[in-house]
């Protein structure tokens, strides 16, 4: 008895404002919990949201193709008593964001706790069934570690934060590991990887299953003129902007060995060539491809996930301004895999053209994955999942 | 040029929704980007909310008073063009929660990407200056190191979730460090001290400024049904409830062991009594106050934040039937401090009462320490820099 009130106290008690919410989570007529998003069998998901007062409602998800027809970008709700809902169709196999329009103005999901920003929006998410999506979810596997850290980046004069995926029982071992840097794009930052990327769930799940090599991820900060992601620098809280003047300055570039030293140093890594990878999306992308030709010797594995190119006005940076002459090193010197995926609908297909064209011009061996959609967090882990997999095969 | 195209194509495009939510965050008139909150110098805070057809907006805050007068736990918002607003008067040194009640549906602030979840809602939250909320800030200090890692439960037989602190420095030093055990309650998980609990930054700041010596803080799982926080473990994504089965039953306290194994084995800590310190909030007080009798010479810091005193049924469970003769062997056992915090308004105040009677009955010296306010995460960050000056002063 005493349990009980005690229980119930401390579950309505923690904070005053449970009260309120509690109460709304409870259909007024069927006397039960509400859930929303539910995802069925099939793959279509429910929405449901209290809005008594509320004149129109529609879920506003990354699933509809806003472009299609004027209106298409979201679906209206349909109420009942106080409570609103909406039923999709089956959805494919993925991770998907959605917030909710009421009366024009946009929110998040009051029943869903599952919440992710995505530059300077937060928003609710879900994952459906069937094999792509699987691998973004947690199973019984082992599981590696996640951590945030913070580097000294000498070039920079900054100390820096960044995320590092350790594989299972990376600690209790004494072997050594390849290293895979992966890069953000510019709405990003040192926890989109982890978050949008479900880089800890893929990694668990492939190394689990044997299609990929135990090694470690790490995910810094690709913007320079940052310490941190939003919210964990000294900067405090702000309101997100992510339009920086270090993006295409060269400095990320310039001072991407201060990453490496650092790793290499504080991580029993393998420290050779064929034992380091480096990818990136949209402007991690444009990281990429200049830090794996200023950088020489350095990477085997490159990934160009959905890649900016040039980001630059600053050609007189060497690293712009030498990047054919580095790109020509980069060929001589060798590497095993130089991939580049892109969705075909992406505002970047046509400047992915020419960056190709560029590379057969100078006899750059490399990987094409040509997929559909466009610039997406959707193709950026179906990209993972196919890079990985391509990695470190003889180390 | 390309720059800029590609530049505002990237910040405009990386979700189709981030056009819908960028577009409300313009204010129509002002043609300006606009801010919520706003923090003011006198602490002061100004909430504004796009919601052009919606009848009636109010904030709902943890600092207001919701038992003072019907509807003082929420202040309405004045609508001004598309836009509502409110501000608050000047508000303590804190961090607060917050959502908006629209036409009687509460949601989040879609202007504050910053959220943290507390038991089944995720939270709004901002921080006011002061001297209390700059332990809670960052600042550019030596940090700390976060990680979620996996620990094999052998009582439990299963393989569970929990986050380290480690303290500045600790991957490159060779020294060992005492270590704190830091428990949430009912509503919490691995991930509540971190995020509402703020410890990374308190740990940084107090260690920087020598109030506190570097230490490791270990964040366990206490519900011990589950193996990680909501959607980081193979139950995938549901509807949270803590009204576990495990809640207690006598299962954290008797496998607790197994964590302090893991944490031995696998990290540079002292294995004495001297250096190591367990503190929990609510349910997680009712866990250290059973485990740390429950386990001989262990440990010589204990903290009790708005302690659960009994919350079991389950009498016949060693940790509960024997718990009057374990402290007795507690106190001859003897240990540095057993500290007692306690608000004032907290729905548990009765039952400290009795339980400090029943350490006076015992003989057991004691640290008592009384707040303002209730049942409250402002309380348990209160505590938290009140009980850490006091650990490992001698070690």
């Not at 879900?126 to 599981?143: N, S």
């Not at 964990?232 to 990453?259: A, C, L, N």
């Not at 050609?315 to 892109?342: H, S, T």
């Amino acid at each position: 008895m005493l349990k009980n009130i005690i229980i119930i106290s401390l579950w309505l008690g923690s904070l005053g404002l449970q009260h309120i919410a509690a109460q709304e989570n409870i259909h007024p007529t069927e006397k039960k919990r509400m859930i929303s998003p539910e995802v069925h069998a099939n793959n279509s998901v429910t929405f449901r949201v209290y809005a008594p007062h509320a004149q129109r409602l529609s879920v506003v998800g990354n699933w509809m193709d806003r472009n299609a027809t004027a209106g298409a970008g979201k679906q209206a709700m349909q109420k009942e008593g106080s409570y609103w809902s909406y039923t999709t169709g089956a959805l494919p196999s993925d991770l998907f964001l959605y917030q909710i329009d009421v009366d024009g103005a946009v929110f998040n999901d009051p029943l869903n706790v599952y919440q992710i920003r995505d530059v300077n929006n937060t928003f609710n998410y879900f994952l459906t069934g069937g094999e792509q999506a699987a691998w973004y979810k947690v199973y019984d596997v082992p599981h590696g570690t996640m951590s945030t850290r913070w580097y000294k980046s000498p070039t920079l004069d900054k100390t820096r934060r960044l995320t590092v995926y350790t594989p299972p029982n990376y600690e209790a071992g004494k072997g050594k590991y390849p290293v895979l840097y992966l890069l953000h794009g510019m709405g990003g930052d040192e926890e989109a990887w982890p978050s949008l990327g479900r880089v800890g769930q893929i990694l668990d799940n492939m190394i689990a299953s044997a299609k990929v090599k135990p090694m470690l991820v790490v995910m810094p900060n690709g913007h320079v003129s940052n310490t941190a992601a939003p919210g964990e620098s000294s900067r405090g809280q702000y309101p997100i902007d992510f339009f920086t003047p270090d993006v295409g300055s060269g400095k990320m570039e310039e001072s991407f060995s201060d990453i490496i030293d650092f790793i290499e140093r504080n991580y029993r890594v393998k420290k050779q060539k064929a034992a380091r990878a480096i990818a990136g999306l949209s402007m991690g992308g444009s990281h990429t491809l200049f830090i794996s030709s200023y950088l020489p010797q350095t990477f085997d594995y490159i990934g160009l996930f959905s890649a900016a190119f040039k980001m630059n006005d600053n050609a007189e940076n060497p690293v712009f301004r030498d990047f054919e002459k580095n790109l020509v090193r980069q060929r001589d010197d060798g590497y095993k895999l130089y991939w580049i995926g892109m969705g075909k609908k992406d505002f970047l297909y046509k400047t992915g053209e020419q960056y190709r064209e560029l590379l057969d011009d100078k006899q750059m061996k490399y990987t094409y994955y040509e997929s559909e959609g466009g610039h997406t967090w959707s193709n950026w882990r179906l990209y993972l999942t196919e890079f990985l997999p391509k990695l470190f095969r003889n180390n």
